[in-house]
């Protein structure tokens, strides 16, 4: 089973609009959490994390928001740019061991539009 | 500092065939994982490295095996290539806890 679960496939938005990118998880033990972007032919690279203890964290562009009760996590691209097109993996941490192991969700690719 | 180097970049194996991915990372991080990437699968954990020395199943390990080399080194190998092993392969590294870095991927593609 998926328990970390980014269900729109992709996402296309204009330039300078919101991209607002949504992930769902199942395990309520998950205390971190992660977003990845990724460029074709490249590995991923991190992008913005969150502690399950807040709500909201922000980098410049980048908000990602935690709803907990509701287990759902998205990410906030203001305002967003072509060089933004990639695919988006949001990722969770469970804390519970020190292996450090991250769980994936499936993505999103993401096409900002000129 | 590299990061987090993979090779080979690219591979065409025939079904049966053997080979080893190698991963190295040069930032001193303990935790060393391999990937696979899959159309609408995401990344799935194959094996992974908590710190030098030892090895642990991830989410998809069958068909493949790992070796801890040491610190820096962590290699993936596939002893009788199949089809379905048809895929892109991260490697990263993580110093303890949460963020992963990842190296440029292998895509390797069996007959």
């Known amino acids: 089973d998926q328990q970390v679960k980014q269900n729109s496939p992709s996402l296309s938005v204009q330039e300078g609009r919101i991209s607002i990118l949504n992930c769902d998880y199942t395990?309520?033990?998950?205390?971190?959490f992660l977003w990845y972007k990724k460029y074709p032919a490249e590995g991923p690279t991190f992008l913005i994390s969150?502690?399950?203890?807040?709500d909201k964290n922000e980098d410049g562009r980048f908000t990602v928001f935690l709803n907990k009760s509701a287990k759902h996590l998205s990410l906030h691209i203001v305002p967003s740019q072509p060089g933004d097109s990639a695919v988006y993996f949001c990722?969770?941490?469970?804390?519970?061991?020190?292996?450090?192991?991250?769980?994936f969700g499936q993505g999103t690719t993401l096409q900002v539009k000129p | 500092n590299a990061g987090v180097t993979q090779t080979p970049k690219f591979q065409v194996l025939k079904t049966g065939q053997s080979m080893t991915l190698q991963c190295a990372q040069d930032?001193?991080?303990?935790?060393m994982y391999w990937y696979r990437q899959d159309p609408g699968m995401g990344l799935r954990l194959i094996y992974y490295?908590?710190?030098?020395?030892?090895?642990d199943k991830g989410e998809v390990p069958n068909g493949y095996n790992v070796s801890r080399l040491n610190k820096r080194e962590f290699s993936l190998r596939l002893e009788s290539a199949a089809p379905s092993q048809t895929s892109v392969y991260f490697c990263?590294?993580?110093?303890?806890?949460?963020?992963?870095?990842f190296g440029p991927g292998t895509r390797l593609t069996v007959l």
């Open positions: 930032m001193n991080h303990n935790s």
């Open positions: 969150i502690s399950s203890i807040k």
């Open positions: 490295s908590a710190s030098e020395g030892t090895t």
């Open positions: 990722a969770a941490d469970s804390g519970s061991s020190n292996t450090g192991k991250l769980i």
């Open positions: 395990n309520s033990m998950f205390d971190y």
């Open positions: 990263a590294s993580t110093p303890g806890k949460h963020t992963q870095y």
